[in-house]
């Protein structure tokens, strides 16, 4: 994880970091949401639980985020994806916000970055969704890490 790009991205955005995750919260929770976190997530919550601005979030915050926005899917009256492509090719499970999906960063506009620890056959454990409810969504990067190191650019993943 490159804490670098991180610090500066939160000196530019006027940031101020929490404390770290304790073992025992990043423990919670995987096991409020039945995954496992990819280690370079775990290693970014272990260096810094979040952000006390909302931005980054804490495990506290992931997991509130994550049971409200399932919440918001199951009220749906039809199951769909709005990651149609990605689930036809296997990158991602069916659903319009699927358990396993882990919020890390809010951009304030109600769209969130989500770890996915629950990937369709094709995809990867940990690679980085943009969710937004209102438009569009994609895979965006194959890892938290990738997620870090693109903080200066906004390059999609391109699929063949």
Partial sequence: MNKEALLLFA???DLEWNEPATTEEIAEL?????????QD????LEWHN????REFCSTEEAADNADEFLEIAEEMDEVETFLEEDYQA???????FVKGWVPFYDDGTGAVDV?????GP?????QVIHYDPDGDMSITHTS??????SLDDDEEIEFD
């Fill in 115 to 119: 770890v996915d620890c629950a990937p």
């Fill in 11 to 13: 000196a530019e955005q």
């Fill in 122 to 126: 094709n995809g990867t454990h940990g």
């Fill in 144 to 149: 938290f890490t990738d997620w870090v190191e």
């Fill in 50 to 53: 979040g952000t006390d601005d």
């Fill in 30 to 38: 995987e096991e409020q949401l039945g995954v496992e976190l990819p």
């Fill in 41 to 44: 997530y775990k290693e970014f």
């Fill in 90 to 96: 296997g990158r991602v499970g069916k659903g319009t």
